[in-house]
């Protein structure tokens, strides 16, 4: 076995050197009446060209010749080489939780640059280390709020990601906390008549996702203000990160949580990815998750460690403020190279890439016949739009064209039938595009009529 | 005596400022295409609410990136730079076929909401993947939903809870052994039970007597680690487990320490009713400096209905699909289907050895912790002296008179060039020093492991203070961490 740095005889002289005749008395406390009869069944060995062949041929068996237009809180972007580069140094990635600091300060360095990047981008004062991803770090925003305020009840906005509110779900569900739903407006905000009737003097926290999950951008002020006025507090959640280059950050809010996969980290099929837990200072020592603090050491030199432990299970145990042992160290240091990678010019290009590419699709997909674009609100690279006809007929003649045209909102909300959800970054070219609003355009029984291609010199120097 | 290293030579990478130290306004590290599509103007669409500068944030270009993380990693200690013999985190190798797979065009790209006919290659993954968890651990069924260990553990409660619940009654207290991992009483309390600690017996096992007392009628069952944490297998398991059904209850065991049975036997096959397993552990994903995790949970046939929704299926066609149709289940625990480019790890991994690869990795696991205690038990005190699995515990009690405890001494090993063991765990052990040398340990490094706890053990006899200014060679020495919980610098202010 390769990875196996023994040699037959280097275990025969082990065994020796314990006292033992046989590899089967390493296993004498074991009662025989519980031991395994037999081998396993498995299938291996492999060697290492049969593993890659193997999975190359998983691999195959993927849409990945097709261009996608599917977000839904995990997106597409493109994630330059060095990030990978980066990654793969094994002192990174083979090593454990920076438990002993002085031989872990490149992960504890990097871990509190992620959490210095994550509140400049928020607007909030202190970040954790990250927690699993974005749905589970919403929940933990929710439990932290229910502590903070020693209150009992929720309120969600129907536009939190629906996997995120089942999450929720499952980890208040037995323990009678309320949890009530409010639905959106017209414009596909949360409708605000909803949600005071819905906030009573029990709501511990209200939770609202920008952009929402029907990509619409919520104006955060004026529902902070309310839920402020009834001593509640706002949880926004947001799964695109890459919206904060473009929008204020919901710097009202008393907790900012989500899902930074779009920094760096690949979408592969929903995980790993890297949950976000930010908040105010005086909230601290409530958070859930790893906090990376600065200090020093004994001679006065600079140096991180794992701080406020107190909170954590491995201290606390059955009073700790969560579960949570790991975090997503190495996921949350891609984004943190990614974000170095971008800066701040880089990432504001990039999301006015995103923002211009959508909303050219969003256009072109609108003007076919029967189509629609049912939310007027304000969106950054992500809408809804209403297929001409039946939508799921729609997305398999799309597929055709090897495009994913898009989430079915059926599967989530019964009444958008027919209902598409879009996202468009920088990694779908404006030919795939075209070709979809052709599709739009066929379905609905018209020839196309688009926009002058235009690839002059001001589109040219928006990057 | 005489190769001891008393001091460390600066490096020009020894003072690498943070990042927002270094940049410099007008600087990026990526150019972006052009763009093909007309520009639309975000400012006017969003008025008030656009964004004009991201204050504090990072400008500097692709060189400093790639020098200043290159820098910082080379501050880390890895499984790949030497021993890494922490107890109860199993550090062994990370095979780098692993990275390679699941970085694969088609299973590191695909969307979570692709068209199942077009995801047939991930969804096989975890259908395999699932398929061997199972006959690793002897259960009937596999989710992969749950992020990590502890989150595993929250499942697999939930669903004892739900399972108890449809018999007519939750009940509310879990019994956890005093030698549990904290994350067990942690994921329990969030599950809605209580805890009642068990004391562990004169061998640091659970104590029928005593389980027999504390599982009444109001007891949903007992969480248990098996080998436990002193990596002492749990004799008496089938006594437990026989007892624990009788009153009704169910029987969770957490799989942090598979390492020391794979191949040699079964949790379900000697009773326990569900458990989770760490793939970040023993099935070699990599630890990440933290995470990803994961942490499936696998469970027997009567506990099949309440997993994670969604789960996966293979049809009579060979093809496979999501069944979200789950009235049962406890629910969703994460979005979408869980650390799936963890799961292709742990397959490549299991596809690399097989059953007879999966067994001798076992036994060398064990043959390394028992080497390892062999040769230091004339030098340390062993607290629970007899021979153990896939790691033992040592304490300092002999050091400690001299004014060295677990956490020094750990220092100090620093200085020889390895990673220490675990300290002041399990917490049935003053002063524990637990080590799990895994089965990645050659011998030679194994003795010189071994020679660098016996030296020290001499300087501390010869020169404690020493000792306990420990580590000396580091980049930086002790770190004050009082003072960083006490006035708490999170981020990087200008």
Known sequence: ?463 | MKNRIRTARPHVNRNEALIFERSTPGKRGVDLPPLDVPPASPREALGDSYREAIEGFPEVSELEVVRHFTRLSTWNYGVDTGLYPLGSCTMKYNPRVNEAVARLEGLASDHPYAPEPLAQGCLEVLHETARCLAEISGMDAVSLQPAAGAQGELTGILMMRACLAERGNPRQYILIPDSAHGTNPASVTISGYQIRNLKSNERGCIDLAELSRAMTGEVAGLMLTNPNTLGIFETQMREISDLVHARGGLVYMDGANMNALIGVARPADFGADLMHLNLHKTFTTPHGGGGPGSGPVAVKTFLEPYLPSPTIEKLSDGSFRLNHDRPKSVGRVRAFYGNFGMAVRALAYILANGAEGLRQTTEDAVLNANYVLARLRDVYDVPYDQPCLHECVLSDRRQAARGVRTGDIAKRLIDYGFHPYTTSFPLIVHGAMMIEPTESASQDELDEFIEALRSIAEEIEEDPGFVLKAPHTTRVARLDEVGAARKPILRWKP
């Open chain 1, 1 to 463: 076995m390769r990875y196996l740095p023994h040699s037959p005889q280097d275990r025969s002289e082990m065994l020796a050197a314990i006292g033992l005749h046989s590899k089967d008395e390493l296993f004498a406390q074991i009662p025989e009446s519980l031991k395994l009869r037999g081998d396993l069944k498995l299938p291996g060995p492999l060697s290492e060209p049969e593993i890659v062949e193997f999975f190359q041929a998983a691999a195959a068996r993927s849409s990945r010749e097709y261009v996608s237009l599917l977000g839904a809180g995990a997106y597409s972007h493109y994630r330059p080489v060095a990030v990978e580069a980066l990654l793969a140094r094994g002192e990174f990635f083979t090593a454990y939780t920076p438990y002993q600091a002085e031989i872990a300060q490149g992960t504890l360095q990097a871990l509190f640059e992620f959490q210095t990047l994550i509140t400049q981008l928020t607007g909030m004062e202190a970040a954790n280390a990250s927690l699993y991803d974005g749905s589970t770090a919403t929940t933990e925003a929710a439990l932290m709020a229910m502590r903070l305020t020693r209150r009992n009840q929720l309120v969600v906005a129907r536009t939190v990601h629906p996997e995120y509110r089942q999450v929720l779900a499952t980890y208040v569900g037995h323990q009678g906390t309320r949890v009530t739903e409010v639905p959106w407006s017209a414009s596909g905000e949360l409708d605000r008549r909803e949600l005071e009737a819905a906030v009573n003097p029990e709501t511990a926290a209200v939770i609202v996702q920008s952009p929402n999950f029907l990509g619409v951008m919520e104006r955060m002020g004026e529902i902070a203000e309310f839920v402020h006025r009834n001593a509640a507090l706002l949880i926004v959640a947001i799964t695109e990160p890459l919206s904060l280059a473009l929008v204020k950050p919901p710097a009202e809010a008393d907790i900012v949580c989500g899902e930074a996969q779009s920094f760096g980290v690949p979408v592969a099929f929903g995980g790993p990815y890297v949950g976000f837990l930010a908040t105010r200072e005086k909230f601290i020592r409530q958070m859930p998750g790893r906090l990376v603090g600065q200090t020093q050491d004994t001679e006065g030199r600079r140096g991180f460690v794992l701080t406020l432990a107190a909170r954590e299970q491995h201290i606390r145990r059955e009073k700790a403020t969560s579960n949570i042992c790991t975090n997503q160290s190495l996921c949350a240091l891609a984004a943190t190279i990614y974000l170095c990678l971008l800066g701040e010019k880089g990432l504001k290009a990039l999301a006015e890439q995103n923002f211009s590419k959508a909303h050219y699709t969003a256009r072109q997909l609108a003007r076919a016949p029967g189509a629609s674009l049912p939310f007027a609100a304000a969106f950054f690279n992500e809408f809804v739009v209403r297929a001409p006809g039946d939508a799921e007929a729609l997305l398999a003649e799309l597929q055709r064209e090897k495009i994913l045209g898009g989430v079915h909102l059926r599967r989530f909300y019964p009444e958008l039938e027919d209902h598409l959800l879009v996202c468009v970054t920088e990694t779908a070219d404006r030919g795939a595009l075209d070709r979809m609003a052709r599709v739009y355009a066929r379905w609905a029984g018209h020839s196309p009529a688009l926009e002058t291609p235009a690839r002059d010199s001001t589109t040219a120097k928006a990057g």
